[in-house]
């Protein structure tokens, strides 16, 4: 019995990296339905909506969705918050920078999928 588990748990080992990246491809399929702007747009309301400070907030985009990015963000904008949306020539269409006065956060579509691929390649914390 003991060597069936243990042969279990390999097994299982070996299936984690697997399906962590199945996930990621799973996610990256859903997301390419969408256009860039749209994605960039949806990002940026989920983070304006956990925003709390009273800060003017540039939302910093490339320079080819700058505009579609403020009219989608216009047509349903983010409640309480004010904000400016700017063209960055730095950044590619998968980018998107929230800043503040006091933070810079990256909230691009690029750099969500690096923290999920990262969060599912660690290994799993023990319990105590």
Avoid at 75 to 93: F, I, K, N, S, T
Wanted: glycine fraction near 2%.
């Amino acid at each position: 019995l003991a060597s069936t588990q243990a042969d279990v748990a390999r097994y299982l080992d070996a299936m984690e990296p697997a399906l962590a990246q199945l996930c990621l491809d799973l996610v990256q399929r859903v997301l390419d339905e969408y256009d860039d702007a749209e994605r960039i747009a949806s990002s940026v309301r989920r983070a304006l909506g956990e925003w709390h400070q009273s800060h003017r907030l540039r939302i910093r985009v490339a320079p080819s969705l700058e505009r579609q990015v403020n009219e989608r963000l216009a047509a349903r904008p983010p409640a309480g918050v004010d904000y400016q949306v700017e063209a960055d020539p730095q950044l590619d269409p998968t980018q998107c920078l929230l800043v503040s006065p006091v933070a810079v956060m990256d909230i691009g579509v690029e750099a969500q999928l690096d923290a999920l691929a990262r969060a599912l390649h660690t290994p799993p914390r023990e319990s105590a």
